[in-house]
């Protein structure tokens, strides 16, 4: 597995390149946001462990461009303690967060969560465009096209997005929505979850109040329903024992 470092402290980077081969990975070091990009592009890493707080560069808007030319998982990593921090990197496209200082375990702990393999029987996403009622989720951009208008999602919502809508009118649990979109496997971790359902229920929702399309199982996790635009001829689908638990 290929790892890119980057980070302006050279020393912490320099320790981290070591100890990383050491235990077999290929790694390569970057201290700007310029070494990033070059090295980004040359290896083609698997995963890129990023300080978020790069002097020379915005470091998110930094991977979302790069990530045109080559995908990866990003691990942000930053000394602000502060939640909201956390939050920004988790919706500006980071798949996972690690506050410094760590110890070396810890990152490795991250490494292999945000690796491991999903152990659910979700449908997983394709690569086209996904209908569901008047829905139009679009994986590739991260968009979706409600009542003739597009709404642009962020890279976390677009994954949460498309898993819903591959899943149309079965449940997600929330224990299957934690493992593929972040890569976790405690089932109990369900703040990340509620909060992007917030955010794209008031992007897609007519009255996010009473969400019609994105809506809860209590207990279980959520499921987006082939619902149909008012204007439509079509009817609205009812909510019932249709509905069934995905893997089951």
Same mark, same amino acid.
């Given at each position: 597995?290929?790892?890119?470092?980057?980070?302006?402290?050279?020393? $912490?980077?320099?320790?981290?390149?070591?100890?990383? *081969? $050491?235990?077999?990975?290929?790694?390569?070091?970057?201290?700007?946001?310029?070494?990033?990009?070059?090295?980004?592009?040359? !290896?083609?890493?698997? +995963?890129? +462990?990023?300080?978020?707080?790069?002097?020379?560069?915005?470091?998110?808007?930094?991977?979302?461009? $790069?990530?045109?030319? &080559?995908?990866?998982?990003?691990?942000a990593m930053a000394m602000d303690r502060d939640a909201l921090h956390e939050v920004y990197c988790l919706e500006g496209g980071a798949d996972d967060y690690l506050?410094?200082?760590?110890?070396?375990?810890?990152?490795?702990?991250? =490494? &292999?969560? @945000?690796?491991?393999?999903?152990?659910?029987?979700?449908?997983?996403?394709?690569?086209?465009? =996904?209908?569901?009622?008047? /829905?139009?989720?679009?994986? @590739?951009?991260?968009?979706?096209?409600?009542?003739? *208008?597009?709404?642009?999602?962020?890279?976390?919502?677009?994954?949460?997005?498309?898993? /819903?809508?591959?899943n149309a009118n079965g449940v997600c649990t929330t224990g299957q929505i934690v493992s593929y979109v972040w890569g976790f496997s405690n089932e109990g971790d369900?703040?990340?979850?509620?909060? !992007? +359902?917030?955010?794209?229920?008031?992007?897609?929702?007519?009255?996010?109040?009473?969400?019609?399309?994105? /809506?809860?199982?209590?207990?279980?996790?959520?499921?987006?329903?082939?619902?149909?635009?008012?204007?439509?001829?079509?009817?609205?689908?009812? =909510?019932?024992?249709?509905?069934? +638990?995905?893997?089951?």
């Amino acid at each position: 597995m290929k790892l890119l470092v980057v980070d302006n402290d050279r020393s $912490m980077v320099e320790m981290l390149t070591a100890w990383l *081969k $050491m235990l077999g990975y290929q790694v390569y070091p970057a201290f700007t946001g310029e070494q990033a990009k070059t090295r980004w592009l040359e !290896h083609q890493p698997d +995963i890129v +462990i990023l300080e978020s707080t790069l002097p020379d560069v915005d470091a998110l808007a930094m991977c979302r461009d $790069m990530r045109n030319q &080559h995908d990866a998982l990003v691990l942000a990593m930053a000394m602000d303690r502060d939640a909201l921090h956390e939050v920004y990197c988790l919706e500006g496209g980071a798949d996972d967060y690690l506050r410094k200082p760590f110890f070396p375990d810890q990152l490795l702990a991250h =490494i &292999h969560a @945000m690796t491991r393999r999903t152990r659910s029987t979700v449908k997983l996403p394709p690569s086209s465009s =996904i209908q569901v009622g008047s /829905l139009c989720v679009d994986p @590739m951009r991260n968009t979706v096209c409600v009542h003739g *208008k597009t709404v642009r999602l962020t890279p976390t919502e677009g994954k949460l997005m498309s898993l /819903l809508a591959s899943n149309a009118n079965g449940v997600c649990t929330t224990g299957q929505i934690v493992s593929y979109v972040w890569g976790f496997s405690n089932e109990g971790d369900t703040v990340l979850i509620k909060t !992007h +359902i917030y955010h794209l229920r008031q992007k897609i929702e007519p009255d996010p109040a009473t969400p019609r399309y994105l /809506l809860t199982v209590p207990g279980i996790g959520y499921t987006l329903v082939r619902c149909f635009d008012e204007k439509s001829e079509e009817p609205f689908e009812e =909510i019932g024992p249709s509905l069934r +638990i995905v893997g089951q």
